[in-house]
Structures are given as structure tokens and as C-alpha cells.
């Protein structure tokens, strides 16, 4: 994707923001919506620009950084999974099959260097955040075992 | 003078030592985690010091906070992944630095600037403490007002190489900054339903989303992605700067130690503002100053000298008028309070002993950290050779569970990589990250004070032009847009006279 249609993408979603924070700003009592407004204002001037300068020809010349759309998908669904079961399941399981999946897929290491680095890593975690900090992290189904 | 000697003698004591070694490792540590800042550090010691003499409780949470801030500087060089807003100037310069081979090098400048800062700045505690604090006092909300929009206005120039993008960036800061309940009118200003929000956005899991969860895509996503550039090598031989380098750096500490010790005495600016003010001041002096933000030395001296100095002089407001500058003295003086030693002008009296034990303590952990540094570094620096994507989920995890202990929401952690994925697609897309999180600091603060001298003035603008101190920012903030204009259009118009078709 140009980097030109991604800012006029912005540039539209963010005046449609802007538009949305002064609208419901207007109704505020008091003085409360003055700065969101003043802001607002600010960001669809400052948008303007932007539009504006899009169309210059330097600007259409400026480089865009390619994103691995895959790799991308991946990692994003594993923090998903991982924040949605660190709760029931527990962070002590969720964070290591986290780990060991990552290392697995992304990293590409053999299965014997990613179990290790998995078991490895936890054990830290376990000492510094859970038995030294005492973070209370959610400890899922092992809380009958640990909580004790 | 008896205060200082039995101050002296206090330190040297092994348990004070001992304490004071610990402290500092400690420190050293949180701050090189990212996603564990300076506050949460001395927040997780002030229980351990409840058994404990007040004299080496304040000599262990003192160690622990110009440690940390010491400490951000080491990942915000190697991962570009600063653990609080302190470092992400040092990040800047020193990311690149490692990107090219030179991480030791920015390492081993950083250590000396921050030494450079945190002995300057304590000297400073020491010596001109009640003075500066009288000039503090004499900050109106006009004044802060202007401070807040003049350090906003500094990170916009600094950090963007497309001003408008910056700007932009800025403003959804300051749109973020609008979140929760409104301290003057008790309205609720867009909360989405979300009790979590009441307090307004918290600042910390933003923090942590558009630094650390971003790094580990930036780290994971490429099938190759490392710290270190592909064919580049660590240049050991260049672990310590050399001479001629620390020389060249040493007005840019020096400029950088005395703009974070003032920083540092007003409350609210915080070490990020230093750090930028330090920065951008660095390159308007620099004979290179096309070279940073893509590794120069001085940008990294600059910052950590600056951050480093802010310790020192948010202390003095702090212990003498027990106004707290940022969020790590307000934590401090809840450590201050338990062993009964209320901040105020008495600390200096009644309590000195203790005090300047304390003072005396912060010039030894400033020695420590960079003996520790400076040996450690050569080390630290083997961490850029491990393949992105095994650093990037460890990384990611530090962050989820950093993020969760702020408050022990999950909310938090969700917030942490939806700004995670933002703050990727912002650097993509060429938006800078770092003028966003500024203007959620410095939004709050330019808002109350800017009402409150609203409704002191009547809504007279003027105001602001009237008080000797707030027209002198002024004239600073007028400059600060007009000189870099000015110096553009002198370059164009030099650029149109060798080459008049263009």
C-alpha cells in the first residue's frame, strides 16, 4: 500500500474522530469541553495539511515499509489467545504455551530449544514476579496448588 | 558541616554500603526491564524498608530511583525499548548507534552521562536547594501553561521528520489526555462505559503498548528480524567512547546537567521533558546536527545527562517544600512518611542528619551505577545478537505482566497491545510515537492550568503576557518555532541561489 493512501485513510478517519469528540464536547457541562474542542479543531486543520500535502509529487515519492501480513496475523491471534486464557487457564500455563508456540512458528527453532527456552523463561517469571515481587498474576486452574 | 561528616561516616558503614549496592543493582535492573519504571520500583521496595532505620531506608529507595532511570537507558540503547518516558530520547540516538555496531559505545556514553547528570544534579540538592525552590514557588499556572506547551512544542520538533505527522501524533495525545472525569466540573468525558477510565487513560500501558509490545513486533514480524542490523558487527574495541568523543560531549552534559537539574525543580515537567528540552538543545548547538536520530553521541549524552539530572533536582522541591516533581518522588515521600520524616523545610533541620545521609547516598549510587554500567555493559551488549523473533515474545511477556501489575487489570494488559499494534503501524507509517505519549504527560497539566488561569483572568488572554516569568516562556516558545523556521528557509534559500532552477 502507498504510503499516500494510508495518510489520506488517517487523515479521513481521524477528521471523522475529530468530529465525533466536538459533537459530544458541545454537550459537556461547564468549561469541560472546551480543550477537547480546541483540540478537535486543531487535529482537522492539521489534517488539512496533510491532505494538502499528499498530493505533492515529493511526497508520493517517499518510501513505505512492507508489513509480513502473516507473520503479522500470527503473532496478533497468539497475544489474543494468550490474554483471553491467561484468566481461566492461568498466566503460569497461558505464558508458556505462548512462548513455546511462538518459538515453534516464529522463531523456527528445534522443539528442544524452544521447550527449554520455554521452561527456562518461566521459571523466571515465577521467581521474580510471582514468589519475589509477589505480583497476584491470575493463576487459573493452579490455584487450588500455588495458591496455598 | 557536622551534618555532612556524620553523613559520611553514616554511608561508609558496611550496612549502608550493602544496602546501597543493592539498591543500585535493583535499580539497575528494573529500569534495563522494560515495562518496569522507576516508580513501580521504588513502589515495590518502600515494604521491604519498614523494618528498617529510616537512614538506610532512604539510602536504599534513593539508590533504587538514579539507578533505574540509569538503567532505562540500557534497553532503550540495545531494544529501543525505553522502560519509562525518561529514555526515549536516549533511544533516539542509541538504538541506531547498536543498529551499526556501536552499542557498547552508546552504552559507555550514556553511563558517563548519566554520571555526569546524577552528580551534578545532587551537588546541586546539596548546595542551592532552598534558593531554586523559592523560584519554583514563584510558577504560576500561566507559567505552567506555557511550560507544558513549550515542551510539547520542543518534542513535535524533535522527533519528526514530517512536522504535520508529529503534530497529528501530539494531538491524539492530547485527545487521549481528555479521558475520564474532568477535575473542574466532575463531568465524565468519554469513558465508553469503562470504569477503568475514570482516572483517565492510564499512562503507563500506553507507554508499555507504543514501546515495548511494538518492539516485539518489530522484532517478531520480519522473518529475519533481530536488534542488530543484517552483515553488521558488535564493535567491542569501541566499548569505551574515546577521549576525543567525551571531550566533544562534555559542554552538551554539561548544558544537559543544568536543563535537567531546572527541569527537574518544577514540578510536573518530569525527566521526558529534560531529556527532549536536553536533545533538541544538543543538535541546535551541534556542528552535525544532521546526524542525529540516526546515531550521533552527543543525542545520547544529552538525554541521559538530562534524565540523570532530573533525579537530583525533583528531590529538592520534594525534601524541602515536599512538593513531589514526578510521580516517583510522590512515591518517595510516601517512603519518607512511614518512618515519620514528613517532607518540609524541617528535614533540613530537625531530621538533617538523615537527610543529608541521604544526599550523601545519592552521589555514591551515581558512582555505582556507572562502575556497574561500565563493567555490565560489555555483556548487555551480547543480548542485540539473539534472533528478534525469541527476544520479541520474551520481551512481550515482561510487558503483559509489567502492565499487569500496575494495577492488577487485565484492562490494562488489553490496552498494552491494542497501543502495541498502534505504535507499530505508527512507525510504518512514518508517525512518530513519542510526541503522543508527551502530550498525554503534559496534556492534564496544560489543561488545569490553563482553565485555572482562565478563570482567574476571566478568560483574558492577555494574561499570560503580563507576568515577567510567563512573557519570558513566551518569548522562549516564539523562538523555539520561529529559529528552526528561519534557519529552513535560509537553507532554501542558499539551496535556490547555487541552483536557481530549482
Not at chain 1, 50 to 76: I, K
Not at chain 2, 62 to 89: F, Q
Not at chain 2, 298 to 307: F, L
Not at chain 2, 458 to 486: E, G, Q
Request: charged share 10%.
Amino acid at each position: 500500500m502507498k504510503l499516500t493512501v494510508v495518510d489520506r485513510s488517517i487523515v479521513a478517519l481521524f477528521i471523522s474522530v475529530c468530529a465525533v469528540v466536538i459533537a459530544k464536547a458541545l454537550d459537556m457541562q461547564g468549561d469541560a469541553g472546551v480543550i477537547p474542542i480546541f483540540v478537535s479543531v486543531l487535529g482537522v486543520i492539521t489534517c488539512i495539511f496533510l491532505l494538502v500535502s499528499t498530493f505533492s509529487s515529493e511526497y508520493s515519492q517517499t518510501a513505505t515499509c512492507t508489513v509480513n501480513w502473516y507473520r503479522f496475523g500470527v503473532l496478533s491471534g497468539f497475544i489474543v489467545l494468550l490474554l483471553l486464557s491467561m484468566n481461566w487457564l492461568g498466566a503460569l500455563i497461558a505464558i508458556p504455551l505462548f512462548l513455546l508456540a511462538s518459538f515453534v512458528l516464529l522463531a523456527r527453532v528445534p522443539a528442544l530449544v524452544a521447550i527449554s527456552l520455554t521452561v527456562g523463561f518461566t521459571v523466571v517469571i515465577y521467581l521474580a514476579f510471582i514468589w519475589a515481587l509477589e505480583v497476584p498474576l491470575p493463576l487459573g486452574v493452579l490455584e487450588p496448588w500455588l495458591d496455598s | 558541616m557536622d551534618y555532612l561528616l556524620n553523613a559520611i561516616a553514616t554511608v561508609f558503614t558496611f550496612e549502608a554500603l550493602l544496602v546501597l549496592f543493592l539498591g543500585t543493582l535493583a535499580g539497575m535492573i528494573i529500569g534495563m526491564l522494560p515495562g518496569l519504571s522507576s516508580t513501580m520500583g521504588v513502589a515495590l521496595c518502600i515494604p521491604i524498608t519498614f523494618n528498617m532505620p529510616p537512614e538506610l531506608s532512604l539510602i536504599l529507595l534513593g539508590a533504587v530511583y538514579v539507578s533505574s532511570v540509569y538503567g532505562g537507558s540500557v534497553t532503550a540503547i540495545l531494544l529501543r525499548t525505553p522502560g519509562t518516558d525518561a529514555s526515549i530520547a536516549t533511544s533516539l540516538d542509541g538504538f541506531p548507534l547498536t543498529s551499526s555496531g556501536r552499542g557498547a559505545e552508546a552504552l559507555g556514553i550514556a553511563t558517563i552521562g548519566s554520571l555526569f547528570g546524577g552528580l551534578f544534579s545532587t551537588l546541586a540538592l546539596l548546595a542551592i536547594a532552598p534558593l531554586l525552590s523559592k523560584v519554583a514557588l514563584a510558577f504560576g499556572p500561566q507559567e505552567y501553561t506555557l511550560l507544558a506547551l513549550g515542551g510539547l512544542i520542543t518534542v513535535i520538533g524533535v522527533v519528526s521528520d514530517i512536522p504535520v505527522k508529529g503534530l497529528i501524533a501530539a494531538i491524539a495525545g492530547l485527545m487521549l489526555a481528555t479521558i475520564g472525569l474532568d477535575n473542574f466540573t466532575g463531568a465524565q468525558r468519554f469513558l465508553f462505559d469503562r470504569p477503568e477510565l475514570i482516572d483517565g487513560m492510564p499512562l503507563l500501558p500506553v507507554l508499555i503498548g507504543l514501546f515495548s509490545v511494538s518492539q516485539a513486533f518489530n522484532l517478531c514480524v520480519p522473518v529475519a528480524g533481530r536488534v542488530l542490523d543484517e552483515n553488521t558487527k558488535l564493535r567491542f574495541s569501541g566499548h569505551f567512547p574515546y577521549f576525543h568523543d567525551i571531550k566533544r560531549c562534555l559542554r552538551t552534559m554539561n548544558r544537559s546537567s543544568v536543563i535537567g537539574t531546572i527541569v527537574g525543580i518544577l514540578p510536573g515537567a518530569g525527566t521526558s521533558i529534560a531529556a527532549f528540552i536536553s536533545y533538541n538543545e544538543a543538535r541546535r548547538k551541534s556542528k552535525n546536527p544532521e546526524n542525529f536520530g540516526k546515531g550521533e553521541l552527543e543525542g545520547v549524552a544529552a538525554s541521559e545527562a538530562a534524565n540523570n539530572a532530573v533525579t537530583g533536582g525533583t528531590l529538592i522541591p520534594t525534601l524541602t517544600l515536599g512538593i513531589p516533581g514526578n510521580a516517583v518522588t510522590a512515591v518517595f515521600v510516601g517512603g519518607l512518611t512511614i518512618h515519620g520524616l514528613i517532607p518540609g523545610p524541617q528535614l533540613f533541620t530537625d531530621f538533617a542528619d538523615i537527610t543529608y545521609t541521604l544526599i550523601m547516598s545519592l552521589f555514591l549510587a551515581n558512582i555505582l551505577f556507572a562502575v556497574l554500567g561500565l563493567i555490565l555493559s560489555r555483556h548487555l551488549v551480547h543480548v542485540t545478537r539473539i534472533p528478534g523473533a525469541l527476544l520479541g515474545p520474551m520481551i512481550l511477556i515482561f510487558s503483559i505482566i509489567g502492565t499487569y501489575a500496575l494495577r492488577n487489570e487485565m484492562f490494562d494488559v488489553w490496552l498494552a497491545a491494542l497501543f502495541g499494534v498502534i505504535g507499530y503501524f505508527m512507525e510504518r507509517w512514518r508517525f512518530p510515537t513519542a510526541p503522543l505519549v508527551i502530550a498525554m504527560v503534559l496534556g492534564p497539566i496544560l489543561e488545569v492550568n490553563f482553565r485555572r488561569s482562565m478563570q482567574i483572568s476571566d478568560w483574558d488572554l492577555t494574561v499570560f503576557f503580563t507576568r515577567p516569568i510567563s512573557l519570558a516562556l513566551v518569548c522562549m516558545i516564539v523562538a523555539a518555532i520561529a529559529y528552526p523556521v528561519w534557519r529552513h528557509l535560509k537553507h532554501k534559500r542558499a539551496l535556490n541561489q547555487v541552483n536557481p532552477v530549482n
